[in-house]
């Protein structure tokens, strides 16, 4: 049983020194086998495991991850959260994602850090106007929040834009959803380990899936850096590495696995209390708790697993971010790294089912996959305990490629990807 | 970020590029008859290989002449560079 976190277990552990915490999960060797293995320990494979120990009673699980878990994409995205999607399952699936956030750090007991300040997507064009404004509709026909800005309004929402009519892009309005916002990221996936550990899910860290072993069509077990696992369920949400892992098991997606870049500026000042997207600039800005500034650029339009990405993207994001907020001029930044994006060619997720019974597979978030987490892992837990998908990720599976009923949210979103 | 050594023109910045994708995927010669399952695989699936890859790019902001390379995508480097409709090197 873990120690509950409180501000009286705070105070009691400042006055010992903080060296008495429990810790937040153990570190077990692979048992033989297991009712399910979830392959990688991010966010999503974590929640997965947690929601099938919790919804689906399901106790021996095992989450295997090649490094340290929350190293790949968990914790390089730039923690935007938001469920403004245009098409009716878009926007059922990343809403009910957005319904468990804000009920998350209470569930966990552990502090997220959640903090619903608002997105705001900038419309610079007249085609970006109509469509932002089409999109406020369809969110709120959905029930999404959502509601449209003119340039003053947007102005005296985040008064640092410059709006003036003059700049190359200049800004015509925009659209903010309130119930929007950011995470702590790394909190996510601690928070999702402490919580499926107590329930008895075995988070395996430094091992990394060589193979997958087949019996025909029914999945067996894995070959891994720590010996074989067998297992009948096996789910994997190895994001930009989804084809590597398919490939073991012979099977082709329909994914290119591109380099996406972030990075953050020193510590200033709160300046920024909401996240600003601009889907036709491509520039993404929002502020952290430490107060670093969080700046999302584009993806590299090459295939590669490098983690690095190219110096023009950054330096194309940058431009428009200087044209829009002049105040940051002469602002140093501290950090850039990419991270590796499984992009889907109608840019949304797969979770699904596979040709192979008992192997499921959750990838394809592409550039957005933190805001949908706690209900991609909710998700994904259901299908595979129940081996038929829940009615809200029903659309997202792999057979649209074949049936031609894609779920095209490439420049839909209100991001480009 | 690395260099393209361009069939037509030479050594050039990557961001001079375009990349196209997986290389020598063959139109079907009779897409009439084709399932939706082998539409699908011509249309959608991918290799997405971690390592060595064939793969076509175009010189954009150049001669915007297409050509094939052979890059190993876990690292960025190119191994190859060949004009379209010549024979792959082999591996």
């Known amino acids: 049983m873990k120690n509950k976190y409180s501000i009286f277990s705070l105070l009691k552990n400042a006055l010992t020194d903080h060296e008495n915490w429990q810790r937040a999960w153990r570190d077990p060797e692979p048992k033989k086998e297991y009712d399910a293995i979830i392959v990688g320990g991010g966010g999503h494979g974590l929640a997965t495991a947690y929601y099938l120990a919790k919804k689906h009673n399901m106790k021996n699980i095992a989450v295997l991850e090649k490094g340290w878990i929350g190293g790949g994409n968990t914790g390089r995205n730039t923690t935007i959260i938001r469920s403004n999607y245009l098409w009716d399952a878009s926007a059922g699936l990343y809403d009910h994602a957005l319904k468990i956030w804000e009920g998350l750090s209470q569930e966990l007991n552990y502090n997220v850090m959640f903090s619903q300040r608002g997105v705001m997507n900038l419309a610079h064009n007249l085609q970006d106007v109509r469509d932002l404004k089409r999109r406020t509709h369809a969110n709120r026909l959905n029930g999404v929040d959502a509601i449209w800005l003119s340039t003053d309004e947007v102005k005296k929402f985040c008064p640092i834009i410059n709006t003036s009519p003059n700049i190359r892009y200049p800004v015509l309005g925009g659209t903010l959803q309130k119930r929007a916002g950011t995470a702590r990221h790394d909190a996510v996936a601690w928070g999702y380990a402490r919580g499926a550990d107590e329930m008895g899910v075995d988070i395996i860290q430094n091992c990394e899936v060589k193979g997958i072993k087949r019996n025909g069509d029914t999945v067996e077990g894995l070959e891994t850096t720590k010996g074989f696992i067998k297992s009948k369920k096996i789910g994997v949400v190895a994001a930009g590495h989804s084809s590597v892992i398919a490939n073991m098991a012979g099977l082709k997606l329909p994914l290119e696995s591109k380099p996406l870049q972030a990075l953050v500026s020193e510590p200033v000042k709160p300046i920024i209390d909401t996240v600003v997207m601009s889907n036709a600039v491509h520039a993404y800005v929002s502020q952290s708790d430490k107060g670093e500034l969080v700046i999302g650029a584009g993806t590299d339009d090459y295939v590669s697993y490098s983690q690095k990405g190219s110096h023009d993207i950054v330096e194309g994001t940058l431009h428009a971010i200087l044209e829009l907020y002049p105040i940051f001029s002469r602002m140093r930044m501290l950090r850039q790294w990419g991270g590796i994006v499984d992009i889907c060619p109608d840019a949304s997720p797969i979770i699904s089912k596979t040709s192979i019974k008992g192997l499921y597979f959750n990838c394809g978030w592409g550039t957005g996959g933190f805001k949908a987490t706690p209900g991609s892992g909710d998700l994904f837990a259901h299908t595979i305990a129940n081996d038929e998908p829940h009615k809200l990720n029903a659309a997202f599976n792999i057979n649209r490629f074949v049936s031609g009923d894609l779920v095209d949210e490439h420049g839909a979103a209100a991001v480009a990807h | ?91």
Request: net charge positive; glycine share 6%; hydrophobic share 35%.
């Open chain 2, 1 to 91: 970020m690395f260099i393209i050594n361009c069939p037509y023109c030479g050594e050039r910045e990557q961001s001079e590029f375009k990349a196209g994708g997986e290389a020598h995927i063959v139109r079907p010669k009779q897409p009439t008859e084709l399932s939706d399952d082998e539409w699908a695989e011509y249309l959608f699936m991918r290799k997405n290989i971690k390592g060595v890859q064939f793969e076509r790019w175009v010189h954009i902001h150049g001669c915007r002449k297409w050509f094939n390379m052979v890059r190993d995508t876990s690292n960025d480097q190119i191994h190859a560079v060949y004009k379209m409709g010549e024979k792959p090197p082999v591996k």
